[in-house]
Structures are given as C-alpha cells and as structure tokens.
C-alpha cells in the first residue's frame, strides 16, 4: 500500500539501513526506516490518514513515525548529512536515494529495497555492501565518517561482534587513527555511557569488551578500568553464569548487561564507584549494583560458611538478582546455595504478623521484631511445620 501511495505521488519508495542488512543474513530485524525520494513528512502524512494510524511528525530532523496497529514505519526524505563539528548533530538537505546511502556508516548499512510496485524488492547497492556481507566485511563508507559521528566506532565493534566480522583493512586504520585523534573524547559521558551499554545490551559483550580493550577503549570510561587475565577470566564466566541462569526451569528476570558492567568495575574502590557513578550520572538502580561489589567477597566468605537455611537465608536477604547472579560469577560453587536461597528460602513467609501476638495478650514493642525473626529462622530451618 505504501509503495502504491508513493507511486501515485510520483515518489521513490525504499526501505534501508538494519532491516535490509538482516533480511540478507536471514535475520529478524522489526525496525522498519522507510525514505522517500520526494517529501518524506507529506508522504507520512497521507500514509497515516490512508490507513488509520497515529502520525508523528520530527520537523527538525525531517523524519516522521507512522504508528500503525502492529507495526512502526520510521519515514524520512532521502537526504544529505552535514557535520559541522566532530560528534556535532548533522545539518541536513534533500538528496538522492544514493547519497543517503553514501551517508551511513558501513556498506552492510547501505543498503535499499524499493517498495513502488514497478520495481518492488528491487535490491539497491551501490557500495558493495552485499559483497562485504558475505564476505564478513565492515567496511566504512567514507574516510571522516568516525570524525563526523565517533560513536560509529562502538557500532563497528557491535556488529563485529554480533556478526564475527572483521574490518575492512582501510576501516581498521580509520579506526585506529580517530581513536589516536581522541575523537571520543568529543562525546558527552551519558553518550559514551550510551555506547558502552549498547554494546553489552548486543548478542556478543564479550567479544565486544575485547575490542574495548583491543583498541584501548577502556580509559575514556575510567582510568582505573584496567584490564588481565582475572577479567578476562570474569568475562567468560558472565557468560556461563548468563546460560545457567536462562537455563533454570524458574523463570529469572534479570538484567545480563549489568552483569558485564559489574564485572569491568569490580575491583573498583568506593571512591572509583562514586567518581564512575557521578560522571555518567548513574541511576541509584545501578549504582547500587555496582556497589555490592565493595561487599561482594564478606558475602560470599559468610555464605560459604552458612550451613543452615536460615543463615543463607540472611546473608543474602535484600540482594538484588544481579547481585545473586554475580556472587555466581565470582564463585561458581555456590550455585548450590543461590539456588535455594532463589528457588525455596525466598519465598518463605511466616504467617504470624505482631497483630497476632498482641491478640495473644503481649503489649507491642521493639522485641516483637526479634519474634517474628525467630519465627522465621525457625521456619526456614525446618523446625516449624511449613504446611499451613
Ligand atoms: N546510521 C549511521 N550512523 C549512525 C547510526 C545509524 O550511519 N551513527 C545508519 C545506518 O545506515 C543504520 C541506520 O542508520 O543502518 C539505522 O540505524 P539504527 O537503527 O540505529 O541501527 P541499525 O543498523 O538498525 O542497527 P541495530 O541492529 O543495532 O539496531
């Protein structure tokens, strides 16, 4: 329908970037940008009214989402890019369908598939990026892409990454040369912060970290972020822990890439945790993750020591499930005992509440606490019957 539309407006339709990159390598990718040789924000703007969807209109970046029941259609004019300044936001004109490919990052990222029903599924690729796809190439598309936009530099270990690509020999120089120019330096720390999340949030942080390091990365999050082979070592079992986790019959909700970023900071000291914390303006949410690593070798010391239930039960009381998880990480011998705290002791509840031991006659205080903890302790050794 949409490229009927852009038919009768006398548009060029095409659908680029992502979507176009995993459709060749089988991949799902439900990110679906959309340009429009011709007026982008009018073409989005029939297309909503045409089938009934939500219209959002960006002016200033020329772009609009069209919201449809069960899909999103990201609309732009094809266009050419302007960066005044390193890591600056682009200024922005009307171009062809081949400059707005020439515009992107890498040649796997260039790609088309027009949509107007002539030439429907017609594959457009101008800069080889089918043959650097099969290949396993990333290959930049021009030499001051990293210069206008540094954060390609994370992209570039991304989708290496998750794709096992390596560079194109030319792109690892330009590579190597923005990094020496300290591009990066350019980019705002809750950009950078960005990049780094990004990165663990994709299929591969390990192999990505290793790219961090490879290209010595690490320094512009922390000068302390050091890296040898106890990371190295870490990293790996993040991942082993991350598999055992997904593989236990009780479904865990938890967050893996916090996982990775607790592991590259956990030898931090508490003035290293409050600097990183401070400079990337972390959420308390994360922060305190990244805390319980100051405590982490106390808690596994007192847990390896805890035989009965209700001492696991309390060394681990209050811990989030990343923490959990990264004692794991760090201590792969204590499944034993995380497992139960995870799967019987945190469920425990006693059913006796201080209203109850005030109906039995006792005038409420601070020891009803002391009590109810007893009671607990009580319970989850086993000594009081648990079936109600
Ligand atoms: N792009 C770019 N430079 C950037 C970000 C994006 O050139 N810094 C271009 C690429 O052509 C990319 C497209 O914009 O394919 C869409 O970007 P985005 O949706 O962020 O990335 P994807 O390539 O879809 O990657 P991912 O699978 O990680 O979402």
């Known amino acids: 329908k949409a490229g009927r539309l ?21 991949r799902i990718n439900l990110d679906l940008d959309l340009v429009v040789e011709g007026e982008g924000i ?3 703007k029939t297309l909503a009214h ?8 960006y002016r200033d970046f020329g772009t609009a989402v069209v919201d449809l029941d069960n899909v999103k259609l990201d609309i732009a004019t094809t266009r050419i890019e302007y960066y005044p300044y390193t890591a600056s936001l682009p200024e922005v004109e009307p171009g062809s369908i081949q400059q707005d490919l020439f515009r992107r990052d890498f040649t796997i990222n260039a790609l088309a598939i027009q949509l107007n029903p ?37 992209r570039a270990f ?24 300290d591009t990066i330096e350019k980019l705002s720390p809750n950009r950078l912060f960005g990049k780094l999340k990004h990165g663990l949030q994709d299929e591969n942080p390990t192999s990505f970290i ?9 320094v512009y999050f922390s000068d302390s972020l050091v890296w040898n082979q106890v990371k190295e070592k870490l990293v790996k079992q993040v991942d082993k822990i991350i598999g055992w986790a997904m593989k236990k019959e009780q479904n865990i909700e938890f967050t893996p890439w916090i996982l990775y970023l607790m592991t590259l900071l956990e030898h931090f000291t508490k003035e290293e945790v409050e600097k990183f914390s401070k ?12 805390k319980t690593s100051l405590e982490i070798e106390q808690i596994i010391t007192k847990l390896k020591q805890a035989e009965r239930n209700s001492e696991v039960y309390y060394t681990l009381e209050g811990l989030k499930i990343e ?42 205080g601070p020891y009803f606490k002391q009590i109810l903890k007893e009671v607990k302790r009580a319970k989850l050794d086993g000594k009081i019957d648990s079936t109600p």
């Open 42 to 44: 009018e073409f989005a």
């Open 50 to 57: 045409k089938l009934n969807g939500d219209l959002d209109i």
């Open 210 to 218: 290793r790219l961090l390091v490879k290209y010595d990365i690490l």
């Open 6 to 26: 852009a038919d009768e407006l006398g548009y060029n339709l095409y659908i680029v970037g992502g979507f176009v990159r995993d459709l060749l390598l089988e």
């Open 323 to 364: 923490e959990l998880l990264f004692i794991l990480v760090k201590d792969f011998s204590l499944t034993e005992k995380i497992s139960l705290f995870l799967e019987e002791l945190k469920e425990v509840e006693i059913k006796v509440s201080g209203k109850d031991i005030i109906d039995l006659g006792y005038q409420p």
């Open 118 to 154: 002539t030439a429907f599924g017609q594959l457009v690729d101008y800069f080889n990026g089918k043959k650097d796809l099969e290949a396993g190439v990333i290959h930049l598309l021009h030499n001051f892409s990293l210069y206008d936009d540094p954060t390609r530099i994370f």
């Open 279 to 290: 400079k990337f303006n972390l959420n308390s949410q994360l922060k305190s993750r990244i």
């Open 158 to 181: 991304r989708f290496a990454s998750r794709y096992g690509y390596q560079f194109y020999e030319e792109t690892e120089r330009l590579i190597k040369q923005a990094i020496d120019l």
